[in-house]
Each structure stands twice: as C-alpha cells, then as structure tokens.
C-alpha cells in the first residue's frame, strides 16, 4: 500500500471512529478537550506507523488501545496522587489487559454515551454559538473549515469559538453527564441543534468524495430517539426526528450504483422507505399535538412530509412548501432558508418568479461563497433556456463546491447547458 492509499485509509476509518474515541476517553477522564487531545495523538501515531506496517486487521480496536495507553501515560506524569486518578488508571490497565477482545465491547460504549458527550459540550456557560461548534468538532469530526461553511463564517470566528470552548470545559470542571429537570431544558435548543447538523452532514457531505456519509445520520437518528424519551412533552425534540425520518427515508433513492447523486425529483419513489416515512408522520404528528407545528423542526418537517406523501414528482404541492418556506424564514431569518423557497417557488410559479429571489439574494454576505445559490441560479437559468447563462453558473457553482460528486454533478449540468447553448 503506498503512503498515499493509507492516508486516506486512515482518514476514512478516523472519522468512524473518533466520536467513540472521545466518547470512551471522555467517560474515564472526565476532561472532554483532554480525551480529544489524547485521540488526535491516536491519529497521529496511526499515520506515522500504518504506512510502514499496513492497516491493521481492526483499525478501530488499535486506535483505542492507542489512545487509552496514550491517557494512561499521561495519569501516570502526573503521578496520580488523587485516589480518584488512582481507580482512573486501574480500570483503564483493566481494560488495556482485555484490548485485543474489545470489538463487540467497542460498540456498546458508544450506548448513551454520545448523547451525554453532546450535552456536556452544551453546558451554558459556553455560547451558544461555541457549543455547537465545539460539539460538531468533537462528534462529527468536521474540520474547523467544514464547520465554517456550515455557518457561513469565516474559518478563523470558528477556530476562535472552538478554544474558548475548550478552555471554559477544561478550566470549569463541569460535569460529564446527562442533565434533568431544569438543567435539561437549558441545554437541550443546542443539543437539538448540534443533532440536526451532524444528521446534514452525514445527509450531504460537506467535503470528501462521497455523497453520502451514512454513519453520521444513523447516530444523529439514534441520538434523536433517545431524546423523545429523555424530553417526551418537548415538541421541537419530535419534531427533528421526524424531519430526520423523513428525509433518511430516501436514502437509497438518492445515489445510483457508482455513487453519483440522484436529484430529489429524478428518484425512484419505490425505493423510499415507507416503513420510515410512517414513523416521520407520527412523530410529527405528535410534535403538532404538543403544540409545535409552528416550530422551525416542525415546519422543516411538513416541507419534507409534502415530498413524501406526494407519489409522483409531478403530483408535489409546490405551493404549500412555498409557503412553508415563508413561514420558517418568517421565525428562522436565513438567506439559505430563502434560497430553498425560491426553488419551490420556481417550481410552482414559474423559474421567472424564483429567478427573482435568487437575483435579490446575490449580494448577501452569507452566501459568498456558498455554492448552491449558483447552482440554483444555474437550474432557473436553464428552465428558462439561457443555456449560456445556465453554464457560466454552473461553473461558478463547481468551482466553490467542496464534495467531488457534488462537483462531478455540477460540471456536467455545465456541459449538458453549453451543448444546448452551442
């Protein structure tokens, strides 16, 4: 295997298996940026070894053992005085003894656990802002740069958010654990919201050459489970899981047999998981029942159920989304959530109509850079026959997309607009 096969092979088994990493490391160490130091040094060490030794048979037990040697040693530096630091170290040599049988156990760390990592990240004494960044970091295992393009910020407001974070974690003490009661309520706005982006992440990958990244969106549904039980009467924490039901529910729709994606209105609605989609419309339902239906989950939620419900295409209410989209921006102000209403507009007025909204949101701040307002720009242009114009957005969209599919997609929707333009 030459060097640069197994750097992407150990990128590639990294981002599995750093949430469990510092999921288990933070559950021993009771210090969240320590564990995450201590399995950046794991990866560190997989890079320089792997390349001479080969990958081996089980990554993820490796990388643990690396990581839990890599916190014993630093227990053992700072001479355990503590009786606490003592029992700390004698469960993790334990553990270190058993390391070569510990797959099966690998995969019932990750249990409750991730959650409790989530809402330790959530604590209010950090911003709101820093605590979903912080969590994306540790739990999705985005680059500063991928979160960065999540909220349209520039890498460097980011980066800042992470360290202070991480710094507040580290220097407060705060505890490792699941809230109640009070506590619970605080934290939860933001632990719904750190759920929502690792389940879009996974959805559409930011960066990478896959479409897809399916392990983030089972944990982000896992953890959205658990959270309609630990919050049964908070409509908002129904309402995101439906809105992830919903749209894992197309899943297989979504990619053909190469991996390249399948636009929403191309996919063969046989293969959507009706199973799944039943269990979306009752937790909307009861999301609706709690007196939620006018929350930003909830009307995310009926946008996608209009999509689900509708058995053909041709046969979607483009005006209900429509005005859905109007409602959400109306208590959710996002020039993103305005460029999908232009698209639905589009699609139930004409391209005309959405070409004029996507026109007003050309100079938007947010959205420099951003890659899909071209290549919507690019879809109304095409429809509208201006092939030419159609192209050059198409091009200007490749060029800011960060998923090699996505830009694969895009290059020949910019091809497929200069034949017809030629």
């Known amino acids: 295997m030459t060097a640069a ?15 469990r ?19 950046q040094e794991a990866l560190l060490a997989a890079l320089e070894r792997w390349p001479e030794t080969g990958v081996p048979e089980r990554p993820g037990a490796w990388l643990m053992a690396t990581a839990k040697r890599r ?58 802002e820093a605590r979903v960044a912080l969590a994306l970091r540790m739990i999705c295992g985005l680059t500063t740069e991928e979160i960065a393009r999540a909220f349209l910020l520039p890498e460097a407001t980011i980066a800042q958010r992470i360290v202070r974070a991480k710094r507040t974690l580290s220097e407060s003490g705060l505890a490792y654990e699941t809230p109640c009661g009070e506590e619970l309520g605080q934290r939860l706005a933001s632990v719904l919201e750190v759920v929502y982006l690792i389940f879009n992440e996974g959805y559409t990958a930011a960066r990478g050459e896959d479409w897809l990244r399916p392990q983030l969106c089972n944990e982000a549904l896992r953890m959205g489970r658990i959270l309609t039980s630990i919050a049964p009467n908070e409509p908002e924490a129904h309402a995101l899981l439906a809105l992830m039901e919903l749209n894992a529910s197309r899943t297989a729709a979504r990619t053909d047999a190469a991996g390249e994606p399948i636009l929403l209105l191309e996919q063969n609605r046989a293969l959507w998981d009706q199973l799944q989609i039943r269990r979306g419309l009752r937790a909307l339902a009861r999301a609706r029942d709690l007196g939620g239906a006018g929350g930003a989950y909830a009307l995310q939620a009926a946008i996608v159920a209009c999509h689900a419900e509708a058995r053909t295409a041709d046969a979607t209410d483009w005006a209900r989304i429509a005005g859905l989209y109007g409602e959400l921006t109306a208590i ?65 969209a490749t060029a800011l997309a960060g998923n090699q599919r996505e830009r694969d997609l895009l290059m020949r929707r910019a091809a497929e607009a200069a034949s017809l333009s030629s």
């Open 71 to 128: 916190a014993l040693d630093h227990l053992r530096r700072r001479q355990m005085l503590e009786r606490k630091h003592e029992m700390i170290a004698l469960e993790m040599d334990e553990e270190q003894q058993a390391m070569p049988d510990v797959d099966a156990a690998l995969d019932d760390d990750i249990g409750d656990e991730m959650l409790r990592l989530v809402f330790t990240a959530c604590h209010p004494l950090i911003s709101r």
């Open 21 to 39: 990493l510092i999921t288990s490391l933070a559950r021993m160490l009771r210090d969240v940026p320590l564990a995450e130091d201590l399995t």
């Open 332 to 396: 959710v102000p996002s020039p993103i959530i305005e460029l999908n209403r232009a698209v639905a507009v589009g699609m139930a007025e004409g391209p005309e109509a959405g070409l004029a909204i996507v026109d007003r949101l050309a100079d938007e701040p947010a959205l420099r850079g951003y890659h899909l307002l071209p290549s919507v720009r690019g879809d109304l242009l095409h429809k509208l026959a201006r092939h030419g114009e159609a192209k050059a957005a198409f091009e200007a």
């Open 5 to 19: 096969n197994a750097h992407r092979t150990i990128l590639a088994v990294w981002r599995i298996e750093q949430p």
